[in-house]
């Protein structure tokens, strides 16, 4: 067995100081560098489409390689693969920051996904090792506010050190945390047994093709209009092939070892957990989106101010989180995960309403009624992912969670720029339907303004009017999408089980 040795008290919380600041380095990563795009397209001299690979780069690395961290933690032992995740992504992040042209740029975001693709899954499976079973309720609330504490801070942070210093810092930002890290990983995380493990190439091959392709596919759909691009139609056929050729190769032949235990898959909990967490990513992250969105170019709020409105979700997600910990050994994950649920129903639907009129009161509330509400779910779903799977299992099982999360952030980002883009262009058509000039509401409203029909001034302020109308439009359109999607969500709520007393009673 894959035991981990029993710790203090003391060595508990360095341990957990440790893991998050290596947790929060990984996923600020994915946010911070977003609003630093173009100053970095001016440093390049790169076009748009181009300056999107340092994104896409970095997520189809990570993607590849999350799914492989129980095999890694096999091989070379849990503190050997933390360690050398830890300093691979510091100095990737150094040579980020010091990258003189794109491609630099390019291959350094690789390293970085490379690198940092295990620490989110390790973080939470050493969290999920070092405190007892009656705690794991408190180690993954701690968990997953490091977790939120990324897409929350990132845009606002990487914004800051763009503006008072320049994009290089939104990297050099992970040093401090890295080296902190490193040297208290050095110290007390105690280390796992090493296991001999094969590995079956070729279905290795298969399912990263097919992994990254599906990255490919999420990240870059919407930019290159879907199916009506090449690449993406070449994308889509190459991920198809590579999962059957997984599948093949790993289930249909003798003698292998398939590159995911297929214990895995026959949890209940666990897949029901990682599905359920793919569809958070389109309430979550998909908001997350949205909403600066509407702030910035409908209502012309400056960066900082967009994200004081909005920070109130982080606050309350973290609140959440605590008060599930707390009562997590005392009432089932189940009845949080059910609550979080109906309290995102009740903050997206809030969004249907929305107009132009909006005050910031209207963005606030919901806000933070939704942050309470992931933070209920995401702290149980979190433990409950892991809690029935064998120990030896965790890793790998940590490391397919953590894929289906990033999945979810992706989906969510796809589904709803697909969904505003597209409603944006459909309310554009009805709405620009009506600009007759015999429209007598179309007299009236430009007679104050001292223009006809007919004028040029006229033609530009339709067009602007029209424009905010219509993403207002698709911005109500897509806040039903998410609401529907959270509405889905509450069938698999009951097919989690809570086996905390069955386990207690075992060891």
Known sequence: MNSVPIVSKK????????????????????????????NMQGSFSAAPDQISWILTSYLIASAIFMPLTGYFTDRLGRKKFLLMSILGFTIASVLCGLSLTLDQMVVFRLLQGI?????????????????????????????????????????????????VLNWRWTFYINVPFGLLSFLLALQTVPDTEKKERKLDWPSLIGIATAIGMIQYILDRGNQEDWFESSSIKIATLLAIGGFVSYVFLSFFRKNTKPVFDVRLFQDRNFVTSSIMMTAMGLG?????????????????????????????????SMLGMMIAGKFASRIHPRTFITLGIFLNIIATYIGTFYNLSLSPAWIVGPCFIQGLGLGFV?????????????????????????????FGFSIGISAVLTVFARHTQIAWNQIGGFLQPFNPAVIAYLQPLHLKPTDAEAAALFAMEVGRQAQMVAIVDVYMVITWSFILMLPLAYLLKDKRKELLTNN
């Not at 490391?399 to 999360?405: A, I, K, T």
């Open 11 to 38: 060595q508990r919380y360095l341990i957990t100081l440790c893991v998050m600041a290596a947790t929060v380095m990984q996923v600020l990563d994915t946010t911070i560098v977003n609003v630093a795009l173009p």
């Open 284 to 316: 979550m992250f998909g908001s997350m989106v949205l909403q600066p969105l509407m702030l910035q170019n409908l209502f012309d709020y400056p960066t900082f101010t967009t994200g004081l409105v909005i920070a109130p979700r982080g606050v309350s």
């Open 115 to 163: 690198f940092g693709a295990a620490l989110v899954p390790l973080s939470q499976a050493i969290m999920f090792d070092t405190y007892p079973i009656e705690e794991r309720g408190k180690a993954m609330t701690i968990w997953g506010m490091g977790i939120m504490i990324g897409p929350i801070l990132g845009p606002t942070l990487g914004g800051y050190l763009t503006e």
């Open 378 to 406: 995401m702290m149980p779903l979190s433990s409950l992912a892991l809690s029935t799977l064998p120990r030896p299992l965790i890793p790998e099982g940590a490391g397919l969670f953590s894929l289906m999360r990033t």
